[in-house]
C-alpha cells in the first residue's frame, strides 16, 4: 500500500456540484498539505494542517475547505465546483523531525464541466 | 518571498552528467535548499536538500554557491528515468514554513 493514498484517481463532475477529495496517510505525520497543479504553474498550496486541531489557509484556499477528521486523513472539498478549479491535487504529509521532506499521493485528476 | 528561478527545460544524453541550476537571491540565511522532482503521472518526490556544504546521496549531488544565492542539481549519470520535471524549492514564511514550488525544469533525457 502507498504511503499516502488519494481517492479518487480520476473525476468529472458537473459545474455547481459538490465534490469531496480524500487522502490517507500510514506515515504517522502529523502534518498534511493539499496542492494544486496546473500546467506550467507548479504546484500551489491550498490547504495545510499540522496536527488535527490546526486548519490554515494557503496561497489560494478561496472556493476550497478542508477538514482533518484524523491524524491520517485530511480530506479536500470543493462546496460549489467551478471549470477553472479543474487541475491535478496532490496530498502531501511531512515530519519536521526528520530530513526526508514532503511525501506526496499520486494526484486525484479533477475536471469540472 | 521564497522565490526561486530555474530554467524551463534542459536536455540530457543518456549516461552523461546533467547540471540543473537554481538561483535563489532572496535566501535568508537559515533556509535549506530543497530539491523534488515528478516523474509523468506521479507525485513530487524527494531529491536532496542542504544548507552551505555540498551534498550528495544515491540520487544526485547538491552543488551550493559560497554566497547561498545559487545551487546546482547534479545527476552524475542521466538515465532515461530521470527525465522529469526538477524542483528547486525554500520554504516560505507567509505560509507556514511550507513549500513553495515554482514551474521548475523539465529534463529530457535523449538515448
Known amino acids: 500500500d502507498a504511503d499516502v493514498t488519494q481517492t479518487p484517481r480520476n473525476r468529472i463532475t458537473k459545474t455547481g456540484k459538490r465534490i469531496m477529495l480524500e487522502c490517507s496517510q500510514t506515515k504517522g505525520h502529523d502534518r498534511m498539505y493539499w496542492y494544486r497543479q496546473d500546467p506550467g504553474l507548479g504546484l500551489r498550496l491550498i490547504y495545510y494542517s499540522f496536527d488535527v486541531k490546526d486548519i490554515n489557509k494557503g496561497e489560494i484556499s478561496d472556493g476550497y475547505s478542508v477538514s482533518r477528521q484524523a491524524q491520517a486523513k485530511f480530506s479536500l472539498s470543493l462546496e460549489s465546483a467551478i471549470p477553472n478549479q479543474t487541475a491535478l491535487y496532490f496530498c502531501?504529509?511531512?515530519?519536521?523531525?526528520?530530513?526526508?521532506?514532503?511525501?506526496f499521493g499520486s494526484g486525484t485528476r479533477l475536471t469540472v464541466v | 518571498d521564497a522565490k526561486t528561478t530555474q530554467p524551463n527545460s534542459m536536455e540530457s544524453n543518456e549516461e552523461e552528467p546533467v547540471h540543473l541550476p537554481c538561483n535563489h537571491s532572496t535566501i535568508s540565511g537559515t533556509d535549506y535548499i530543497h530539491w523534488y522532482r515528478q516523474l509523468p503521472s506521479q507525485g513530487p518526490e524527494y531529491v536532496i536538500h542542504?544548507?552551505?556544504s555540498n551534498v550528495n546521496n544515491r540520487m544526485a549531488s547538491l552543488a551550493i554557491a559560497e554566497d547561498r544565492k545559487s545551487s546546482t542539481l547534479i545527476l552524475h549519470r542521466a538515465t532515461l528515468r530521470d527525465a522529469a520535471v526538477y524542483y528547486c524549492?525554500?520554504?516560505?514564511?507567509?505560509?507556514?514554513?511550507?513549500?513553495?514550488f515554482g514551474p521548475g525544469t523539465r529534463l529530457s533525457v535523449l538515448p
Open positions: 542542504g544548507l552551505t
Open positions: 524549492i525554500l520554504r516560505d514564511r507567509n505560509y507556514g514554513q511550507n513549500f513553495v
Open positions: 502531501a504529509t511531512s515530519d519536521p523531525r526528520t530530513r526526508n521532506g514532503y511525501t
